[in-house]
Structure formats: structure tokens, C-alpha cells
């Protein structure tokens, strides 16, 4: 049987229809369109899941079903979008109306919920049971798998990692709390931190070849190995990634922890000195229950792969 997985974004919705070995049959996106209403934006997914039906040659009676996340505070059990911000939408039956515009059943999750699926069915967690994917973009994200299934919490409210507190009365956080994992390990984070030691020390040497408006996720990591200033930024960055990852190892322990998101694109230089921090800190040591950190592997494919797998148990 093969299954239909929808990501759906603020700007864009992506598609993929593949099997429950991974297999992609078809893939394709269209515009979001939720500012036309939530109506719009389920025709704009039923039309996607058509054209990528029709070019794979796959009729209705091969599809499982539809998987969908979706931003947001998501009511998986009864499949509406409690409230979605960038989409514009507040307690929006999703599952219900995609369902009578493709005659298709439908499941849905948030859409860190649905990345983290993906990256332990298909990606860097497919060989354990028991894995958390931290998503390191504008803000802080993931997803919790516990022996294969997705951990959503009380009424799919739950595991919103990046807001739990590493720094009492820290950093403000746009949540409206201090001290958030988000406000120290989000892309966002690490660049106001660079900024900021760039400001303090005109000194340093990543003025060569950033300016305060040009500064990214990359600028501390470039200078790391040639500029003190830089390795300050990184090695605040890393302890307090760190701090976040040892705090839901405690309470998990996770076999993984994928990491996602722009900064992850720094691959080992990011994962090792972390990896060396929760080696050293754990409970209880790494000998009896091993926590790796790894990146992630899946992309921004992970949603959609994710999202597919919501149709699989």
C-alpha cells in the first residue's frame, strides 16, 4: 500500500506519496494559501494529492491514507488545528475536510511531531526505538518517539522542548517566559550572541568578513579555529545546546538525538563538542545507556516523510 504525506508551511505545502519502506513514488508542492481560509488551503492539498496520484500512475485504492503535519497546536485525535498563528487558523477541522475533498483517510500532527516521525522511521533514528529530534531554526523545536510511536502529550499539547527553562529568570523569550532553551539554542540565538560579542570586541576578526547585518548561523563557526571571540560565541552556543539535550536525556533517555534545523548544517563541528559534554554529564554515565547526537539526515523532507508515517502503525 502506498501513503500519502503532506508538510505543510507557511508559504508552501509539500507533498510525497511513498510505501512504508521509504520508497518515494512521487513528490511535488503548492502554495500554502491559508490566507484565502482554511477551505483554500484544503483544496490547494487535495489538488497536490491528485497531480502526484495521476503522475505516478497510482489509483485511490492503492493509498492507505493521508498524513498531514501541520504548524501549530494541533488536536490530532480529533484532527483539527486548535490554532496555527502563520496559517491563520483557530480550531479548523483539517482531517475532516481534507477527507471529504479526496475520499481519503486522513491523520495529522504538528509538524516538529511529524519531522521527528520521519527522521526515526526513515532518517537517523530508523535503527532505534527510541529517539528525539531538536529542530535548531528561528526557534527551537522537535519531537519525542518512544518505542516507535510518536509521544504527543495530554490532548497532542505536549513537547514543546523549546520551552522549557535552562537559565531561571534568563534571556526573554518571545513566549513571554526567561530562560527558554529556545532564547540560548535557537539559529536566532546564536546570532544575537554573535552580534553581540562582534559589537563588544572590533578586534575580532570575524569583522573580515561579516558585518552586524550580514551575521549568520555560520559566522562563529567559520572563525572558530582563528578567533578567540568566535570560539567564545560557539562554546556559549554548544553548553547551553548541551544543558537542553542532558535535560530531556534525563527525563527520556533517548538511544538518539537528531539534530535539525540551519545550525545542524554544521554537521560534526557542532555534534562533537556536544556529544563530549553529554558523555561527561549524563546521569548515571554513558555505559549503560548510551545517548548519541547526531544530525539529521532527512531535510526538509522529514515533514512530509513523517507525516506519512502517521499512517503506518
Same mark, same amino acid.
Request: hydrophobic content about 40%; glycine content about 12%; proline content about 3%.
Given at each position: 500500500?502506498?501513503?500519502?504525506?503532506?508538510?505543510?508551511?507557511?508559504?508552501?505545502?509539500?507533498?510525497?506519496?511513498?510505501?512504508?519502506?521509504?520508497?518515494?513514488?512521487?513528490?511535488?508542492? !503548492?502554495?500554502? @494559501?491559508?490566507?484565502?481560509? @482554511?477551505?483554500?488551503?484544503?483544496?490547494?492539498?487535495?489538488?497536490?494529492?491528485?497531480?502526484?496520484? %495521476?503522475?505516478? &500512475?497510482?489509483?485511490?485504492?492503492?493509498?492507505?491514507?493521508?498524513?498531514?503535519?501541520?504548524?501549530?497546536?494541533?488536536?490530532?485525535?480529533?484532527?483539527?488545528? %486548535?490554532?496555527?498563528?502563520?496559517?491563520?487558523? *483557530?480550531?479548523?477541522?483539517?482531517?475532516?475536510?481534507?477527507?471529504?475533498?479526496?475520499?481519503?483517510?486522513?491523520?495529522?500532527?504538528?509538524?516538529?511531531?511529524?519531522? !521527528?516521525?520521519?527522521? !526515526?522511521?526513515?532518517?537517523?533514528?530508523?535503527?532505534?526505538?527510541? $529517539?528525539?529530534?531538536?529542530?535548531?531554526?528561528?526557534?527551537?523545536?522537535?519531537?519525542?518517539?518512544?518505542?516507535?510511536?510518536?509521544?504527543?502529550?495530554?490532548? &497532542?499539547?505536549?513537547?514543546?522542548?523549546?520551552?522549557?527553562?535552562?537559565?531561571?529568570?534568563?534571556?526573554?523569550?518571545?513566549?513571554?517566559?526567561?530562560?527558554?532553551?529556545? !532564547?540560548? /539554542? $535557537?539559529?536566532?540565538?546564536?546570532?544575537?550572541?554573535?552580534?553581540?560579542?562582534?559589537?563588544?570586541?572590533?578586534? &575580532?576578526?570575524?569583522? *573580515? /568578513?561579516?558585518?552586524?547585518?550580514?551575521?549568520?548561523?555560520?559566522?562563529? =563557526?567559520?572563525?572558530?579555529?582563528?578567533?578567540?571571540?568566535?570560539?567564545? %560565541?560557539?562554546?556559549?552556543?554548544?553548553?547551553?545546546?548541551?544543558?537542553?539535550?542532558?535535560?530531556?536525556?534525563?527525563? =527520556?533517555?533517548?538511544?538518539?538525538?537528531?539534530?535539525?534545523?540551519?545550525? /545542524?548544517?554544521?554537521?560534526?563541528?557542532?555534534?562533537?563538542?556536544?556529544?563530549?559534554?553529554?558523555?561527561?554529564?549524563?546521569?548515571?554515565?554513558?555505559?549503560?545507556?548510551? %545517548?548519541?547526537?547526531?544530525?539529521?539526515?532527512? @531535510?526538509? *523532507?522529514?515533514?512530509?516523510?513523517?507525516?506519512?508515517?502517521?499512517?503506518?502503525?
Amino acid at each position: 500500500m502506498k501513503i500519502i504525506g503532506i508538510d505543510i508551511g507557511g508559504m508552501s505545502i509539500k507533498g510525497m506519496i511513498t510505501d512504508e519502506n521509504g520508497i518515494v513514488y512521487a513528490e511535488d508542492r !503548492a502554495a500554502t @494559501g491559508s490566507e484565502l481560509g @482554511g477551505d483554500n488551503m484544503c483544496e490547494n492539498i487535495a489538488t497536490l494529492i491528485h497531480a502526484m496520484m %495521476v503522475r505516478a &500512475s497510482i489509483e485511490k485504492e492503492e493509498i492507505k491514507g493521508v498524513g498531514i503535519g501541520s504548524p501549530g497546536l494541533i488536536d490530532s485525535k480529533n484532527g483539527v488545528i %486548535v490554532f496555527a498563528g502563520n496559517l491563520g487558523l *483557530r480550531n479548523y477541522p483539517l482531517a475532516a475536510t481534507v477527507e471529504r475533498m479526496t475520499g481519503l483517510p486522513v491523520k495529522i500532527t504538528n509538524d516538529a511531531n511529524a519531522a !521527528a516521525l520521519g527522521e !526515526a522511521k526513515f532518517g537517523a533514528g530508523k535503527q532505534y526505538s527510541d $529517539s528525539i529530534m531538536v529542530t535548531l531554526g528561528t526557534g527551537v523545536g522537535g519531537g519525542i518517539v518512544i518505542d516507535g510511536k510518536l509521544f504527543e502529550g495530554y490532548k &497532542s499539547a505536549g513537547t514543546e522542548i523549546g520551552h522549557m527553562v535552562i537559565v531561571k529568570d534568563g534571556i526573554p523569550c518571545t513566549c513571554g517566559r526567561k530562560g527558554c532553551f529556545e !532564547a540560548y /539554542s $535557537s539559529a536566532t540565538a546564536l546570532m544575537r550572541k554573535t552580534k553581540e560579542v562582534m559589537a563588544d570586541h572590533p578586534e &575580532s576578526a570575524m569583522w *573580515r /568578513s561579516y558585518t552586524l547585518e550580514t551575521v549568520s548561523g555560520k559566522t562563529a =563557526f567559520d572563525y572558530y579555529e582563528t578567533d578567540i571571540w568566535a570560539r567564545e %560565541v560557539v562554546d556559549w552556543y554548544v553548553e547551553h545546546l548541551a544543558c537542553g539535550i542532558l535535560n530531556l536525556a534525563c527525563i =527520556f533517555r533517548p538511544q538518539i538525538v537528531m539534530l535539525g534545523g540551519g545550525v /545542524s548544517a554544521q554537521d560534526k563541528r557542532l555534534t562533537d563538542p556536544v556529544q563530549a559534554i553529554v558523555d561527561k554529564e549524563i546521569f548515571a554515565g554513558q555505559d549503560y545507556a548510551p %545517548v548519541k547526537v547526531v544530525k539529521a539526515t532527512l @531535510g526538509n *523532507r522529514a515533514g512530509a516523510y513523517g507525516a506519512a508515517a502517521l499512517q503506518m502503525d
